[in-house]
């Protein structure tokens, strides 16, 4: 007696098949989007230091700092005397 196979035995390559098919490609929506960097403004003018001047050297504001620890040092230094 031959049996005849049921459609569910049909169906499986054709389940198979489109299984394999839909792993083998990823949709458009999981694929990561590309993303340009932010593009950084130019500062107002108003912002913007000015040109510093032809007598200042880069010593100069390290001068000033000497200046002021020594004027902290003298004023505490009358403190303790008194």
């Known amino acids: 007696m031959h049996k005849?196979?049921?459609?569910r035995?049909?169906?499986m390559p054709l389940l198979l098949v489109?299984?394999?098919?839909?792993?083998?490609?990823?949709p458009v929506a999981w694929q990561p989007e590309q993303v340009s960097a932010p593009?950084?403004?130019?500062?107002?003018?108003e912002a913007?230091?000015?040109?510093s001047l032809q007598w200042?050297?880069?010593?100069?504001?390290?001068?000033?700092?000497?200046?002021r620890v020594s004027w902290q040092q003298r004023?505490?230094?009358l403190e303790h005397q008194d």
């Open 4 to 7: 005849k196979k049921s459609p």
């Open 39 to 45: 593009a950084i403004p130019a500062l107002p003018k």
């Open 56 to 67: 200042c050297s880069p010593t100069c504001s390290a001068g000033l700092m000497n200046e």
């Open 18 to 26: 489109l299984s394999l098919a839909g792993c083998a490609s990823k």
């Open 75 to 77: 004023m505490t230094e």
């Open 48 to 51: 913007r230091q000015q040109n």
């Open 9 to 11: 035995h049909k169906l």
